[in-house]
């Protein structure tokens, strides 16, 4: 009886993931030690930084917020503040949207706020 390997299956396994290491430097692009580690690697540090950018980008909304509050003469944190307490429930990903585009909406909201 003839020996049987895995060869179909191992072969695409590993264009599998030399296909996912193109664009690596060095011997990570061309051979299979060093991309199966590499790709490791990177798969963990995407896993991280879909994380990270979910953080960045709601920093990234709060300070627009402050910066067109502070525009107004009221800081984030009274902006907020008070939003909360006049029960207009705005996320901050729509508010730093209409402080970035329509200030003149920003302002009437801050009106709001102060009244």
Do not use: C
């Amino acid at each position: 009886m003839p020996r049987a390997t895995n060869n179909p299956a191992s072969r695409q396994r590993r264009k599998k993931l030399m296909k996912n290491a193109k664009g690596f430097f060095g011997r990570g692009k061309n051979t299979v030690r060093a991309a199966h580690r590499l790709t490791d690697r990177a798969g963990q540090f995407a896993y991280r930084d879909r994380r990270v950018r979910r953080r960045e980008i709601r920093r990234l909304w709060i300070t627009r917020i402050n910066a067109a509050a502070r525009m107004h003469d009221m800081s984030y944190s009274t902006f907020m503040h008070g939003l909360r307490e006049k029960g207009i429930e705005l996320d901050r990903k729509t508010l730093a949207d209409i402080a970035f585009h329509d200030m003149d909406a920003f302002g009437q909201l801050v009106e709001q706020v102060r009244a």
